[in-house]
């Protein structure tokens, strides 16, 4: 995201980071994948990071800092600590790269609020595994650029796109996809403010539908069966 944003000019003024936190998110991902598929992430991380050399690891630590005047590290995004800094920075627009839910004295410390892809049509396939509840409902795939506000992927939408299946897809593939169009909208959405125009967005209509959660193993099998098949389709 942010070397699409560099290459168009676009400037970061500043990213906060939130201090890693990992047996929270080992918890996390334990109630979601289960404990076989959880210890199979924790062997892969721990692999790539016996085998990242020392230069590596400070090329990434730095990544931030290539394409940002600023980087401050935060004990938690929500906290008054991100709180006053973002209030000294007085920023005109965020953008959200996996944050969580967010306090709403964060996203109101901009002056036009923080905006946030979502790998699913809204407000259909709000909150987790978006993708794998589409493919199952055999619904329409995409992405969407929103604002954010005090629900979850609630907010008003400025850009949709519809996101095709594939020969060969997986739901990594698919992921991978949905975000690449969706900086791809976010990029055009910042040149549009740069430029001097305005974000025009459509309030959802969301209070009929319902927030998905992780999906269930025994759903999350289905769904990549059902993907299989239809990627075989589109190969046929």
């Given at each position: 995201?942010?070397?699409?944003?560099a290459s168009s000019n676009i400037e970061v003024k500043a990213v906060l980071l939130?201090?890693?936190?990992?047996?929270?998110?080992?918890?996390?991902?334990v109630r979601a994948?289960?404990?076989?598929?959880?210890?199979?992430?924790?062997?892969?991380r721990l692999k790539t990071e016996l085998t990242v050399s020392s230069s590596?690891?400070?090329r990434r630590a730095d990544a931030y800092r290539l394409h940002a005047r600023q980087v401050f590290r935060v004990r938690d995004l929500s906290s008054p600590e991100a709180v006053a800094t973002l209030e000294r920075l007085s920023p005109d627009i965020g953008v959200v790269g996996c944050a969580g839910i967010l306090r709403p004295e964060v996203f109101g410390a901009f002056r036009l609020g923080v905006l946030n892809i979502h790998p699913g049509i809204t407000p259909d396939f709000r909150g987790r595994s978006p993708m794998e509840w589409a493919i199952l409902e055999e619904a329409s795939l995409g992405v969407t650029l929103h604002f954010i506000d005090e629900g979850v992927d609630t907010g008003p939408v400025v850009r949709q796109r519809e996101v095709s299946v594939q020969r060969g897809d997986d739901f990594r593939t698919l992921y991978d996809r949905a975000y690449a169009v969706g900086i791809e909208l976010l990029v055009g959405s910042l040149r549009k403010l740069q430029e001097g125009g305005s974000?025009?967005?459509t309030s959802q209509n969301w209070k009929r539908t319902r927030l998905r959660y992780s999906m269930a193993r025994g759903l999350r099998r289905r769904a990549h069966r059902m993907l299989r098949e239809r990627t075989l389709s589109e190969e046929g």
């Open positions: 995201m942010l070397e699409a944003l939130q201090r890693s936190r990992p047996l929270g998110r080992l918890v996390r991902l994948l289960g404990a076989v598929a959880t210890l199979s992430i924790v062997v892969r590596q690891n400070s974000l025009s967005s």
